[in-house]
């Protein structure tokens, strides 16, 4: 009897499982290799595919956006080490994508021919292709912890806006100890975490609506201006 094997994804609030693989940018060892810094992890079907062109281009145009947040960038797809370069030198010599063109790809590109991290990072969807890693994406914190994942299908492109957002999202969260509601970017307002006790929801309540706006004792909203966010986040 044929059966499908399956793998598991790891969770938000885990550790990043750990590998080492050969790169385009020599071997890694991750996530030890960043420590101290912000990691997108994320995994295209294939080489000299056009939408995964497409989001290389993207990505690489956006590295330096990314290094001003503390966030480097690791790529990975189930095809050899060769293949990448030849893909990666066709990006820079050939491509033109929304205005960017002779775009180098400096970011590490894993080889992972026998898809072993892949499969510890559950990118293989069986019912979408055995050989093919669909669109994940891991957002890793400086401790090494998972703290956002995304997975799109083989016939979708990233909204790398969007993932730019999200890690200003997270160090936000992190760094003023507050949350971001929905479409949350840096100068809109932030949601201060929900009382603890009768007696703090009753003050917040009563609180001056310059300091804090609170409609309801569990949906309490305060202001933080862009540049305080971006003065603490950007380097």
């Avoid at 929304?98 to 775009?103: A, P, Q």
């Avoid at 932030?190 to 309801?216: F, L």
Wanted: proline share 6%.
């Amino acid at each position: 009897m044929e059966t499908n094997e399956t793998y598991s994804i790891p969770r938000i609030g885990d550790p990043a499982p750990e590998f080492t693989a050969v790169t385009t940018q020599g071997e890694i060892n991750f996530p030890a290799d960043y420590s101290g810094s912000w990691v997108i992890l994320f995994s295209h079907p294939a080489d000299f595919t056009p939408v995964c062109t497409s989001e290389f281009v993207t990505f690489a145009s956006m590295q330096e956006q990314f290094l001003k947040v503390n966030t480097k960038l690791v790529g990975l797809s189930v095809d050899g080490l060769y293949s990448h370069i030849a893909w990666l030198r066709t990006i820079k010599e050939k491509i033109e994508f929304n205005g960017h063109k002779d775009v180098e790809v400096t970011f590490p590109l894993i080889e992972d021919i026998k898809m072993d991290v892949a499969k510890k990072y559950g990118m293989i969807h069986p019912n979408d292709s055995h050989t093919k890693a669909v669109r994940a994406v891991f957002v890793i914190d400086p401790k090494g912890i998972i703290r956002a994942m995304i997975y799109y299908p083989l016939s979708t492109g990233r909204n790398f806006d969007e993932l730019y957002r999200l890690v200003l999202a997270l160090q936000t969260a992190d760094a003023f100890g507050v949350a971001t509601p929905a479409d949350w970017r840096p100068g809109n307002e932030v949601i201060v975490p929900t009382a603890g006790s009768c007696g703090v929801a009753k003050e917040r309540m009563m609180t001056d609506k310059s300091e804090m706006n609170c409609q309801d004792w569990f949906f309490c909203l305060k202001k933080l201006d862009k540049e305080t966010v971006l003065n603490k986040l950007v380097k």
